[in-house]
Each structure stands twice: as structure tokens, then as C-alpha cells.
């Protein structure tokens, strides 16, 4: 069974940066696409980036497109998401997933493993 723990969300400024990191254990994390979603009050999970087990497949929500990277370590079976300009509709708590398999998917009924989640704050 994988385990996903994401850690640090935080508050921050307008404008300012984050990096989020999603620590997994209990499965063969090199041949996992791992991804992030995120979800606000009152609204839906959606998704924003993912990344396949090689790297060599990446795909981002187009509302972070030149604001977020998502990258992996697989020695440290660690995901990332780098956050820069951020802004305060980026306000949601932050989720890391994984599925087994290379096809990098938006869609969260897709992803067999969930984290619980790391909030993010940006004020208005």
C-alpha cells in the first residue's frame, strides 16, 4: 500500500513562493505518475500538474503554466511542486496523488493514492 505525505504548505504573500513536498513509502515510487490537485472551499478537486516515473512526461493545468514545476527525486521517493508568483485564488488545500503506469492524467478518478493534504494561503 503506497503512503503519501505531503508537507509544506504555508501562508504566504502575493507574489511570493512555495515549495511543497510529497514523501511516499510502501511502493515502487520510480514507476509511479505522480501528480498534484488542489482544492478550495465550495469548489471542486482539480488538477494541476503531473509528472511521470521517468520525468520524461509532464503535464500542467493551464492556469500554472510558468508559475509552478512539478519535479521528482526518485532516490529520496520524493515529488515537488515549486510555486513562484503566487496568488490568492491559488488558496486550496494541496494534494499529492499516484497511480501506477506512464500516462500522466488530469482527471483525479484516475489516481489510486491520495495524501491528506497540505494547505496553502495566499491572502488577498
Known sequence: QVQLVESGG???????????SCAASGGTFSSYV?????????????????????AGSTKYADFVKGRFTISRDNAKNTVYLQMDSLKPEDTAVHYCAARGGSITYSAARKYDYWGQGTQVTVPS
Open 34 to 54: 505522480m501528480a498534484w490537485f488542489r482544492q478550495a472551499p465550495g469548489k471542486e478537486r482539480e488538477f494541476v500538474a503531473a509528472m511521470s516515473w521517468s
Open 10 to 20: 504555508g501562508l504566504v504573500q502575493a507574489g511570493g513562493s512555495l515549495r511543497l
